[in-house]
């Protein structure tokens, strides 16, 4: 089983900055088969990125993914009041698919 | 508009079964593969099962199998979720998620639904 470790585990930063989040796989990601989401309190999961670093529809293009390897990167700039949330990777290269633990993103 | 709702949720207690439902609305069901990806309560996401768009390929966490089986009426536009053998450890709120493809071998998640609340307890 691969396992998804993101850093950091909360991130507090104030509107109009840019948002770094790191997501680190325990071994190579083959095709970069790495997927983000967002989640707010009481919702279901939205995705947002796939295949590393193509935004789904729909998604704003200040968010951007990039990354290779064992290491992807989510990047929010421009940080929207809407945006403080929790994000979680995806790797969907090998069964089980697993999940990071979640990086939360509050208003500092 | 693609919808996705479950049911079937509830409290039930440990060693008893419980099934849950996903209706599906406004895509094709038989296009696509589906999956069940569960959250415990304060936690992050678990994926549990997928399976293909014509039930030829299931795949299990570890941590369900055996005990869970994952199906799916295309005609009925309904996927499933039969859980035997519950434990406390399996008390989350459970999502159906379509993948983006028809099969289910790299699979990520285009659209959820809200969930249904699986809480296993005497």
């Known amino acids: 089983e691969i396992v998804l470790t993101q850093s950091p585990g909360t991130l507090s930063l104030s509107p109009g900055e840019r948002a770094t989040l790191s997501c680190r796989a325990s071994?190579?990601?083959?095709?970069?088969?790495v997927a983000w989401y967002q989640q707010k309190p009481g919702q279901a999961p939205r995705l947002l990125i796939y295949g590393a670093s193509n935004r789904a529809t729909g998604i704003p293009d200040r968010f951007s993914g990039s990354g290779s390897g064992t290491d992807f990167t989510l990047t929010i700039n421009m940080l929207e009041p809407e945006d403080f949330a929790v994000y979680y990777c995806?790797?969907?290269?090998?069964?089980?698919?697993?999940f990071g633990q979640g990086t939360r993103l509050e208003i500092k | 508009e693609v919808q996705l709702v479950e049911s079937g949720g509830g409290l039930v207690q440990p060693g008893r079964s419980l099934r849950l439902s996903c209706a599906a609305s406004?895509?094709?069901?038989?296009?696509?593969?589906m999956h069940w990806v569960r959250q415990a309560p304060g936690k992050g996401l678990e994926w549990v099962s997928g399976?293909?768009?014509?039930?030829?390929?299931?795949d299990y966490a570890d941590s369900v199998k055996g005990r869970f089986t994952i199906s799916r009426d295309n005609g009925k536009n309904s996927l499933y979720l039969q859980m035997n053998s519950l434990r406390a450890e399996d008390t989350a709120l459970y999502y159906c998620a379509k993948d983006i493809s028809f099969d289910s071998t790299y699979s990520f998640f285009d659209y959820w639904g809200q969930g249904t609340l699986v809480t296993v307890s005497s």
């Open positions: 406004g895509f094709i069901l038989d296009d696509y593969a």
């Open positions: 399976i293909s768009w014509n039930s030829g390929n299931i």
């Open positions: 995806q790797q969907y290269g090998s069964s089980p698919f697993t």
């Open positions: 071994q190579s990601l083959s095709r970069s088969y």
